[in-house]
C-alpha cells in the first residue's frame, strides 16, 4: 500500500506543479496586454499633419506637435483637433528629420533624427521665430526619435533608436541634456534591456519612437513603433514597471507621445490608410 499511496502523492505534487507553471507563463505572456487605460476619444489631424511626428504639452495645457518634414509648429484644439495657430522656426523655413518636440518653461525644442536640437520661443499665428541650433555631436550611429522634459532634474531625456554605444549591445538608451548647461551627459541616463522587456512583458522587439513623463505618477513611458506597437513605463532609475502592446489596427504608425496633467494620454498617428489621428486614452479606475 505504501507504493501506490506515495505515487499518488508524487503524481499530485507534479501536476500542481505544472499547473503553477502554466500559470506564471500565462500571467507573464498576458502582462504585456493588461493595458488599464481605455480610448475616450479619436480625434482626425489636417492632411498638413499627415507626417504628424512628435506632441507636447505647455505648462497651460496647450497641445503642439509638428510633422517630420519641417520646422513648421501646429497647436491643436485637444478637443476637436482643429488648427489654432502654427508658427514656423526661421526666416526662410527649415526642412529636416524632425523626430519630437519638447517644452521646458517658456522654452520650446525639436530634435532631429541625427541629434541637432533647435531652440525657440513660442510663436504667434503665422509668426517666423528664431532659433538657436545646437549639435549633440550624437554619432551617426545613433538614430535619435524621443524628446521630453524632466521638470525633477531640469534636462531633456533623449531616446535613441537602436544604437546604445559599443559596450551596450542588447540595450536601447537615453540620454540627459541639461537646460541650465546646455550640455549632454555622455553616460546615458537609462539603459533598457531587451531581454529583460522580452521576458517580462513578452515584447520581442522595441524600438523607441517618443518618450513623455507622465505629470501625476512622475514616471516615463517609451514608445515604440516598429515591431509591433508597444509602450514601457519606467521609474526615475529606470527601472521596469509596465509593458504593454498596443493594437496595430488602432496605432499603425505611432508617433509621438504626451500626457495631460491629469493623466491622459495621447498618441500620434501617422496617415496610414486614412488620416493622421491622435488617440486619447484614460485610466481605469
Known amino acids: 500500500m505504501k507504493g501506490p499511496a506515495i505515487k499518488n502523492i508524487n503524481f ?34 489636417p492632411s498638413s499633419l499627415d507626417e504628424v511626428s512628435g506632441i507636447t504639452f505647455s505648462s497651460e495645457g496647450n497641445l503642439f506637435c509638428h510633422n517630420d518634414e519641417s520646422g513648421i509648429i501646429f497647436q491643436l484644439d485637444t478637443l476637436t483637433g482643429k488648427l489654432v495657430k502654427y508658427f514656423q522656426i526661421g ?35 503665422l509668426e517666423k521665430v528664431e532659433f538657436k541650433e545646437i549639435d549633440l555631436g550624437f554619432s551617426s550611429n545613433y538614430e535619435i526619435e524621443g524628446l521630453c522634459c524632466d521638470p525633477e532634474t531640469n534636462s531633456l531625456l533623449i531616446a535613441s533608436k537602436k544604437y546604445a554605444g559599443k559596450k551596450n549591445k542588447g540595450k536601447r538608451a537615453v540620454y540627459s541634456f541639461l537646460l541650465e548647461t546646455n550640455s549632454l551627459v555622455d553616460v546615458p541616463r537609462f539603459l533598457l534591456s531587451l531581454e529583460e522587456i522580452e521576458n517580462k512583458f513578452g515584447i520581442k522587439e522595441f524600438f523607441p519612437s517618443a518618450i513623455s513623463r507622465e505629470p501625476k505618477t512622475g514616471n516615463f513611458h517609451i514608445l515604440s513603433s516598429k515591431g509591433g506597437s508597444s509602450i514601457i513605463e519606467i521609474d526615475n532609475n529606470g527601472n ?9 489596427k488602432k496605432h499603425p504608425q505611432p508617433e509621438g507621445l504626451a500626457f495631460t496633467k491629469n493623466g491622459k494620454m495621447f498618441i500620434t498617428d501617422e496617415a496610414v490608410n486614412g488620416a493622421a489621428r491622435i488617440t486619447i486614452y484614460q485610466t481605469l479606475k
Do not use: Q
Open 240 to 248: 521596469l514597471l509596465a509593458g504593454f502592446k498596443l493594437s496595430n
Open 91 to 125: 526666416s526662410w523655413g527649415i526642412e529636416a528629420d524632425f523626430e519630437d518636440i519638447a517644452i521646458a518653461g517658456e522654452r520650446f525644442f525639436l530634435i532631429t533624427s541625427s541629434g541637432i536640437l533647435y531652440e525657440f520661443k513660442e510663436g504667434t499665428n
Open 12 to 45: 499530485i505534487l507534479l501536476l500542481s506543479l505544472t499547473i503553477s507553471c502554466l500559470h506564471c507563463d500565462a500571467s507573464k505572456n498576458n502582462s504585456a496586454n493588461n493595458f488599464n487605460r481605455k480610448i475616450i476619444k479619436v480625434v482626425k489631424l
